[in-house]
């Protein structure tokens, strides 16, 4: 049989991953100190391997394809497909952003500023590269981890991921410039993605995730309306598509059924109430696929 080899990343990504499939339809189950967690796709092998890792793995055909950063792909500088960006981590959906940042009562002010100190970071390429784009001679190195708390006694700067900008504030940090914003990426191996079979199953999976991250900002609605206020029903409650309306027992009413962005929700459903809508009911979506 054949089988796609998929690299699910370790670390803060895991557990977001593991529902992210299960929401499209896929249970993966980790066990502990277990790097080859079991999915019920037999067609499918995963492994658990850091982020960081697997945009290489991928490229060197160790993975069919993989879920990494798109801040990885570019710190390993590899060769391989995007096929799908997943706006999801540990966190919200807001992408994540590597910045620059130094102490509060740092004299950096810019990027230019940083001429001649030393940076530590995890990303060293991108950061690298972001210097040179800057025409700025700096020094940069691999930071092994607890990067926030080196300014100002071991570096001057860092370079660091953030989502929520918290961990930099507690450690009296402020960002100087954003270097890039990194959202989750699904990459595949571009011989892996030249095999027909291969190249389906993977657009299949991408499919599917991309729709069950699309459900989770969407809501369905269902209600009954007197004909006579339909058109100013309509009118609120603009979803992906016209509602879909069908007619009742009672020849004067109809019932409308509808997609709607889930915080609308709340504005919408007061109004619905005042155009005379009754059996009002709103259920959420498992997929959502356009």
Same mark, same amino acid.
């Given at each position: 049989m054949d089988k796609l080899k998929f690299g699910i990343p370790d670390g803060s990504l895991k557990d977001a991953t593991v529902q992210l499939f299960k929401k499209a339809g896929y249970n993966i189950s980790i066990r502990e100190r277990n790097y080859f967690p079991s999915i019920d796709d037999p067609e499918i092998e995963c492994m658990l391997i850091r982020a960081q890792e697997i945009p290489r793995y991928v490229a060197e055909g160790v993975l069919d394809f993989g879920i990494s950063g798109k801040d990885w792909i570019n710190e390993n500088e590899v060769d391989v497909v995007e096929v799908a960006e997943l706006r999801y981590s540990k966190v919200s959906r807001s992408p994540m952003k590597l910045v620059i940042a130094v102490p509060n009562d740092s004299a950096i002010k810019t990027v230019k500023d940083l001429e001649g100190k030393r940076i530590a970071t995890e990303l060293v390429n991108v950061t690298k590269s972001y210097l040179k784009k800057n025409k700025v001679n700096a020094k940069v190195e691999f930071s092994w981890g607890s990067t926030e708390v080196k300014?100002?006694?071991? /570096?001057?700067? +860092?370079? &660091?991921l953030t989502e929520t900008g918290n961990s930099l504030r507690a450690n009296n940090l402020r960002i100087i410039d954003t270097i890039m914003e990194s959202t989750t990426r699904m990459i595949v191996n571009k011989e892996s993605y030249k095999d027909k079979w291969k190249k389906q199953k993977i657009d299949d999976i991408a499919m599917l995730l991309q729709s069950a991250l699309a459900a &989770? &900002?969407? /809501?369905? +609605?269902?209600? $009954?309306?007197?004909? &006579? $206020?339909? *058109? $100013? *029903?309509v009118k609120l409650v603009k979803g992906m598509e016209s509602p879909t309306v069908s007619p009742l027992a009672e020849k004067?009413? /109809?019932a409308i059924e509808v997609i709607v962005k889930e915080k609308i929700v709340r504005e919408i459903i007061p109004r619905l109430k005042q155009l005379g809508a009754k059996d009002i009911i709103e259920y959420p979506l498992n997929k959502v696929i356009k």
């Open positions: 300014p100002p006694k071991l /570096v001057d700067a +860092i370079s &660091e &989770e &900002e969407m /809501v369905g +609605i269902k209600m $009954n309306i007197q004909k &006579e $206020n339909l *058109v $100013n *029903v004067d009413w /109809v």
